[in-house]
């Protein structure tokens, strides 16, 4: 793309913000926000509040605190222990994603895998 060509598209987009722009400072439901931004803070300030205490002090223990907690007291899973009868081996593991194990199912087939389950 030629300069000119660039020059004239960006032009364009910055005429087209500018129309934006202007449409928003019109906008009465804009004014509110910032007035009420305007005095929030200002009442944050003389209060000596922050924002995250402003949070705690309206809504103390919102819904997703208590999900995370929920998933934090998740049941630990258990170690299963696996035996191979042809050679001996054992392995011992929480979930099926252990190296050893896949092979063994791939090659004995996952029914009899878990028949080796100690």
């Known amino acids: 793309m030629s300069k000119l060509a660039e020059f004239k598209a960006l032009e364009a987009q910055l005429a087209e913000q500018l129309k934006q722009l202007d449409t928003l400072k019109n ?3 804009l004014k509110r926000e910032i007035e009420f931004e305007r005095k929030l ?4 300030a003389e ?3 922050s ?4 949070i705690n002090l309206l809504d103390p223990q919102p819904v997703y605190r208590v999900e995370q907690k929920a998933t ?12 191979n009868p042809h050679t001996g081996e054992v392995v011992q593991t929480k979930g099926g994603n252990h190296k050893v194990l896949k092979a063994w199912k ?9 028949g080796w389950l100690q």
């Open 27 to 29: 906008d009465e439901g």
């Open 41 to 44: 803070r200002t009442l944050m």
């Open 47 to 49: 209060y000596g509040m």
């Open 51 to 54: 924002l995250r205490g402003i």
């Open 72 to 83: 934090k007291n998740r049941r630990e899973r258990q170690v299963k222990l696996y035996k």
């Open 106 to 114: 791939a090659e004995f087939g996952a029914d009899v895998v878990e």
